[in-house]
């Protein structure tokens, strides 16, 4: 049997963002994916697998190796792959480059949030953060808002000057304060360990995405923030107990488990949804493996013509 390996270029020109937050939804009415975790180290270089089954979809396994000292070797710093699994008997489906399922994995997280959430007359769109993320939450986001207004803020004004001129009609966005309290979206993908959205910046109506914080130590948006918005998570498992932005609060007392009011194995039952038009709605995208599962199969049924 011959296992397709399908390369990031060849893979990405099969794919939609709108099909693939379709495909995320439907593998939220499937059974709850079995995920684990493995860390492997060798100062300073690391080897994360993460391993998801869902019983319906198949077996994913995902692998990255982070070897800080290649840049300066003109070698990639991150590598991997992902190993896709029948669910029926274990046999091997494809090898997917690892970049292409983690650009898909974690823009469509969000945009499938922001369908559900975001006010559809959304108009302003507000990307925080200049990196690769930043780049395919522009190509999700327009996808979905076409009619959209596009302005980017970047801690260096180069990097968004940079992310902006790659698409016609983005604008920099000067002052993050001005631009956060006129958009109707901001997607916020950043390394940041202390909050950079507050609370008091937020308007009534605004849909917060929340990316980039992935440790313990990690957070983007205040504990103001937090209380202001309904807050919703891809996932209980892999957010509330794993994630500062949400850990760090809830340990504090500021807001408590049940302030998460949904994630997205509610979308069956209608709960992840916006209630109004004037409330706050606040995704923290987590990117759990099972995602990457999800991804992986709907870029093979793509790669398959289906």
């Not at 395919?136 to 986001?141: G, I």
């Not at 979905?144 to 801690?155: C, G």
């Not at 008091?200 to 313990?216: C, V």
């Not at 504090?252 to 209608?270: N, R």
């Amino acid at each position: 049997m011959t296992v397709p390996m399908i390369r990031f270029a060849e893979g990405e020109a099969r794919l939609d963002w709108i099909g693939l937050a379709q495909a995320l939804e439907a593998g939220h009415r499937l059974a709850r994916a079995q995920v684990g975790d493995t860390f492997l180290r060798r100062d300073p270089d690391t080897a994360l697998s993460r391993a998801a089954w869902i019983d319906g979809m198949g077996i994913a396994v995902k692998t990255a190796t982070i070897f800080p000292g290649n840049p300066a070797s003109d070698k990639p710093a991150v590598n991997g792959g992902v190993m896709l699994f029948s669910d029926f008997d274990g046999t091997p489906e494809a090898i997917i480059d690892f970049h292409l399922v983690t650009k898909w994995k974690t823009a469509g997280d969000s945009l499938l949030g922001a369908l559900q959430l975001a006010r559809r007359d959304s108009r302003n769109i507000l990307i925080v953060g200049a990196g690769t993320v930043g780049h395919s939450l522009r190509e999700a986001y327009g996808a979905a808002f076409p009619d959209a207004r596009f302005s980017v803020w970047n801690r260096s004004r180069a990097g968004a000057a940079r992310l902006a001129g790659a698409y016609p009609g983005a604008a920099v966005a000067e002052d993050l304060e001005a631009a956060v309290r006129a958009a109707d979206i901001i997607a916020c993908a950043t390394m940041s360990t202390e909050p950079i959205i507050r609370g008091e910046w937020l308007q009534p109506g605004q849909h917060l995405d929340l990316i980039g914080a992935y440790r313990e130590d990690m957070r983007e948006a205040d504990d103001l923030a937090l209380q202001r918005a309904r807050i919703f998570v891809d996932s209980r498992d892999t957010t509330i107990g794993h994630i500062g932005e949400l850990k760090a609060p809830i340990r504090a007392g500021v807001i408590a488990k049940t302030d998460v009011l949904a994630d997205f194995y509610d979308l069956a039952s209608g709960g992840f949804t916006r209630a109004s038009d004037d409330e706050i709605t606040l995704f923290k995208n987590g990117g759990g493996a099972h995602l990457d599962l999800m991804t992986s199969r709907y870029i093979l049924d793509c790669w398959n013509g289906g």
